[in-house]
């Protein structure tokens, strides 16, 4: 039997003594709608995690991919009477997974690429230099992200235009991957440190005092992960937050808008309003919640290493999420993650999916 030696999964051993086996997690965890299968949902990842642990379960393909439809959305914690942290538990499932040999060759390609290239997607260009930018010393530093930087181009561009519409005076941070993606997937924390430690002092060396970031798993990194394993001497601020406290005169839009709030930036942390307040400031735009939002939202399905490994399965949360948004001519969300994936399930549908960002930009 294919048995796995675990270092990091003791933790589960009270979970599944918490665990009440409810299902109230059933009715809000995307990768469930999905798959239909009660070890996709949080419950059953937690029998499976103690399966491995016991070694009473092997590390079979079925079981790994179990763990790796989590798109870690955090929703099962929220909805959780027993206050389960199951997002924790998959994460150290994976990690312990990722030791034992057990890993996706999408997510061992994209961690290896981000060791030897400093992003995921093997792009030999740093991120300054793909945005032909020359980083200087600054109190207000940008972190564009990877996926901003080399898939999503124009939100890094929108960003950086409305800095200097607002005469802000800033650099680009000259830094490598956040390391969100070998995180999420379950990759040696050694390394994951080690990236944190190296992107800190590149931001240290450029005098920043608020970083601002664009990317909502970008945000939750440096704002919860980074100081639990390094000094992070400076302020850090999701770009909707910085765009709140600033003087906006937009131009009027006359459409029936939405807002998708992104896992990582909502239920991770606890950024809500910001993006709202910049919305309402725009003039003649109606917008309108969808059912589920703020901090019952529901995940787009591109969070957790899910889009890269199983794209069908990613494909169709965003298309459930889609469903309602039905009302809207637009959708604004605060992540290029969200962004790509929400309208790869889009398919042929017209309603446009807009960074809040980049609409910022075209506004003022």
Not at 163 to 181: E, W
Not at 277 to 291: Q, S
Request: with cysteine; proline share 4%.
């Amino acid at each position: 039997m294919n048995k796995i030696t675990t270092e990091n999964l003791d933790k589960v051993r009270q979970a599944v003594n918490i665990c009440t086996m409810c299902g109230f997690c059933k009715s809000v965890c995307p990768s469930f709608k999905a798959v239909r299968w009660d070890s996709s949902v949080a419950r059953g990842r937690v029998i499976l995690s103690y399966g491995l642990l016991t070694g009473d379960i092997p590390a079979d393909g079925s079981v790994i991919e179990n763990i790796y439809t989590c798109t870690t959305c955090m929703d099962c914690v929220r909805r959780c009477p027993s206050k389960v942290n199951v997002v924790e538990i998959v994460e150290l499932c994976r990690a312990d997974l990722v030791k034992n040999g057990h890993i996706l060759p999408k997510h061992k390609a994209a961690a290896e690429n981000i060791l030897e290239h400093g992003n995921p997607f093997g792009e030999k260009e740093s991120a300054v230099r793909r945005l032909k930018v020359k980083p200087k010393n600054a109190e207000i530093g940008y972190f564009p992200g990877c996926a901003a930087t080399f898939r999503s181009p124009e939100t890094t561009k929108a960003a950086l235009s409305v800095f200097r519409k607002l005469n802000v005076d800033h650099t680009v941070v000259d830094c490598k991957c956040c390391g969100s993606v070998m995180q999420r997937i379950g990759w040696d924390n050694s390394d994951v440190v080690k990236m944190m430690e190296n992107n800190v002092a590149a931001i240290r060396k450029q005098n920043v005092e608020t970083l601002i970031v664009s990317c909502a798993g970008c945000y939750r990194m440096f704002k919860e992960e980074y100081p639990k394993f390094t000094e992070t001497p400076f302020k850090v601020l999701h770009i909707s937050e910085f765009l709140a406290s600033q003087n906006l005169k937009m131009k009027p839009m006359r459409i029936s808008a939405t807002y998708h709030d992104p896992c990582h930036l909502g239920r991770h942390a606890n950024v809500y309003d910001a993006p709202r307040e910049i919305i309402k400031r725009i003039p003649e735009i109606t917008f309108n919640e969808m059912t589920n939002s703020r901090d019952t939202g529901r995940c787009c399905g591109g969070g957790g290493g899910v889009r890269s490994a199983y794209p069908d399965e990613s494909k169709a949360m965003a298309e459930a999420r889609l469903t309602e948004a039905a009302f809207a001519d637009m959708i604004i969300t605060s992540c290029p993650f969200c962004v790509n994936n929400l309208t790869f399930g889009m398919g042929e549908k017209k309603t446009r999916v807009a960074d809040l960002i980049e609409l910022a930009d075209e506004l003022l």
